[in-house]
């Protein structure tokens, strides 16, 4: 069974930090992302690495956010500093089954995560 859980969610006030991480059980994988769904808006792209580490990133995140994994560990992180309230989402793990190519677009990963909340107060 493939399974992605994402987990280090929490309440951090404007300007804290906070690292995501994104275990993969079942199989490996090449391209991995992380996507953020905001209430009541579209789960939007938030930063993508490829199994040897070629990152790309929305713009509203280039550096604050930091993409990293590790392959041996089957582990993806999302470090985040300098978070702003407009971070607050739900925030998914995504994995592509065969390419290794990043995407900005959710329809190109075949799995998900549950999802893990990031809440930033003003």
């Known amino acids: 069974q493939v399974l992605l859980v994402e987990s280090g969610g929490g309440l951090v006030q404007a300007g804290g930090s906070l690292r995501l991480s994104c275990v993969a059980s079942g199989r490996t994988f090449s391209a991995m992302a992380w996507f953020r769904r905001a209430p009541g808006k579209e789960r939007q792209f938030v930063a993508a690495i490829s199994w040897s580490g070629i990152t790309r990133y929305q713009d509203s995140v280039t550096g604050r956010f930091t993409i990293s994994r590790d392959n041996a560990k089957n582990t993806m992180y999302l470090q985040m500093n300098n978070l702003k309230p407009e971070d607050t989402a739900v925030y998914h793990c995504?994995?592509?089954?065969?390419?290794?190519?990043?995407?900005?677009?959710?329809?190109?990963?075949?799995?998900w995560g549950q999802g893990t909340q990031v809440t930033v107060t003003s």
């Open positions: 995504a994995a592509r089954s065969t390419n290794a190519r990043t995407s900005v677009y959710e329809y190109d990963y075949d799995y």
